[in-house]
């Protein structure tokens, strides 16, 4: 398993995808301080209702964590899918016979840096942004930087998951285009189906999406449907549904 594991990251560090996700990913930063620089300036120039609406406003790490999340989820995707393309996974699978185990290395070898990838994203936003803020009561920004580590490990373990969802996508579809494009549904197309839905059903099914469960997992969700437990279950289960039925597939089928 060590030698799957080390061979995982080799393939992993060896493309250039790879850094071009983490440089998507890097330059949110850049944003996020341009955003906070255009807020301070409304704030010092605005009127009182103004200032109100920026007080209210959602933190930059929640508004730049589905980017980071789909950059995530393209890594987890092509580590597989690009494989496929080449006809590699034929040289992989001689190599690691014991699919479930070649599977999970590269499930762990996709895990690790999207986790820390995602978490450094997190906390490096909101210093940045704290930063430019200074003392002005924006988004919360005023209040004690501890107060925000739950909430900043909650989007960074989310960014993990969505990584390790797209992994068993691509693995069960073989197709880089198809593995993005169904994250997309997951991320930007399902959040808008709730608000066509009577309640309490728009509420109830608002609560399970994927996008959702971070800020429930941190216990900062406004009425939130889930405990934080619970919102990291159903977390789970997203991971199992998509790597088990990647790992199903893949026993199944021909390389």
């Given at each position: 398993m060590s030698g799957a594991l080390a061979a995982e990251w080799i393939k992993l560090r060896s493309v250039r995808s790879t850094y071009y996700v983490?440089?998507?990913?890097?330059?949110?930063?850049?944003?996020?301080?341009?955003?906070?620089?255009?807020?301070?300036?409304?704030?010092?120039?605005?009127?009182?209702?103004?200032?109100?609406?920026?007080q209210r406003a959602q933190p930059l790490e929640t508004m730049f964590l589905p980017l980071v999340q789909l950059c995530a989820a393209v890594l987890g995707a092509m580590a597989i899918t690009s494989e496929y393309t080449t006809g590699m996974i034929r040289t992989s699978l001689t190599a690691v016979p014991s699919r479930p185990a070649a599977l999970a290395a590269k499930a762990a070898a996709v895990a690790a840096p999207s986790l820390a990838t995602g978490l450094a994203a997190m906390f490096a936003t909101h210093g940045i942004v704290r930063l430019v803020i200074g003392d002005r009561p924006l988004a919360d920004y005023d209040t004690p930087f501890l107060d925000s580590v739950p909430l900043l490990l909650s989007l960074g373990v989310s960014v993990g998951a969505v990584a390790l969802v797209g992994l068993g996508v691509g693995t069960a579809l073989r197709s880089t285009a198809g593995a993005i494009v169904t994250v997309c549904v997951l991320l930007f197309v399902l959040p808008v189906l709730p608000a066509f839905l009577p309640s309490p059903w728009d509420e109830r099914l608002a609560g399970v999406l994927l996008p959702n469960l971070a800020m429930q997992l941190a216990g900062a969700a406004d009425d939130p449907l889930l405990p934080p437990m619970g919102a990291f279950a159903v977390m789970a289960a997203y991971v199992m549904v998509a790597l088990g039925s990647g790992a199903v597939l893949l026993l199944r089928r021909d390389a």
């Open positions: 983490f440089a998507v990913v890097a330059s949110t930063l850049l944003l996020a301080a341009l955003m906070a620089w255009n807020g301070t300036n409304a704030w010092d120039s605005g009127t009182p209702e103004q200032r109100a609406a920026w």
